[in-house]
């Protein structure tokens, strides 16, 4: 079955870097569009960045200039490299893969969340001040 494995995660200064792993297995990586999301305990999951196979992206404008998402397809593999890092990126980071559309195009509202199929565990991220 799928599965994603997220890595990559740990504690960091304000200001840091960090680059976060997802390994995907069980499915055809190419079909899906990918993404990253985060959540804090008591808040809602927000929707980081997004990519389609053909490696168009989306940013959520909380982290436009500091992160950068991409992806190895013959690896089936996705990042998230992580950089000025703040006190407020502190969450559970997922990566989630998306069918909506057929050739791994991302579907409407692709930081929504909703039309995600499969999601990983989690990696957590933590940066002080």
Do not use: H
Request: with cysteine; proline share 4%; glycine share 14%.
């Amino acid at each position: 079955q799928a599965q994603l494995v997220e890595s990559g995660g740990g504690s960091v200064q304000s200001g840091g870097s960090l680059r976060l792993s997802c390994a995907a297995s069980g499915y055809t990586y190419s079909s899906y569009c990918m993404g990253w999301f985060r959540q804090v305990p008591g808040k809602e999951r927000e929707g980081v960045a997004a990519i389609d196979d053909d490696g168009s992206t989306t940013y959520a404008d909380s982290v436009k200039g500091r992160f950068t998402i991409s992806q190895d397809n013959a690896k089936n593999t996705l990042y998230l490299q992580m950089n000025s890092l703040k006190p407020e990126d502190t969450a559970m980071y997922y990566c989630a893969a998306a069918s909506y559309y057929s050739g791994g195009y991302c579907p409407p509202g692709p930081l929504d969340g909703y039309e995600y199929n499969y999601w990983g565990q989690g990696t957590q991220v933590t940066v002080s001040s």
